[in-house]
């Protein structure tokens, strides 16, 4: 069986904390090998998406302007197959904690109930 990859680990912490519904819908005696599989999958599509995004070399591009180039595509190709394929959006019904009041809206807010 294959290692799981950094993406792979990268969507297991994420469907922890952020999709714990669609988690406990993967048994967990097969969580592990779904992971490392998404992650291989991750990583394919990385080096197909940044090579085409790369494109061929250009007519009188320095090396470092290439190296420019190769880079930027490496950094669009993550962020976007990673939202994709790893940052899903959270599972439905799922709430964040609100933040906390202020004292002014605390405040109105006890002045409201004590003038019922």
Avoid at 11 to 38: D, V
Avoid at 97 to 113: G, I, K, N
């Amino acid at each position: 069986m294959a290692v799981m990859n950094e993406f792979g680990r990268m969507a297991w912490e994420h469907w922890k904390k952020h999709r714990p519904l669609s988690l406990a819908r993967i048994p967990e005696q097969e969580r592990e090998e779904f992971f490392t599989a998404l992650g291989q999958e991750v990583a394919e599509e990385l080096e197909q998406r940044w090579t085409g995004l790369a494109g061929d070399d250009l007519l009188g591009e320095t090396m470092e302007q290439k190296e420019g180039r190769l880079n930027m595509a490496r950094l669009q190709a993550r962020e976007a197959v990673l939202a994709e394929m790893v940052f899903l959006p959270e599972d439905p019904g799922l709430t964040t904690p609100q933040e906390p009041l202020s004292e002014a809206t605390e405040e109105a807010e006890l002045e409201d109930t004590m003038a019922e």
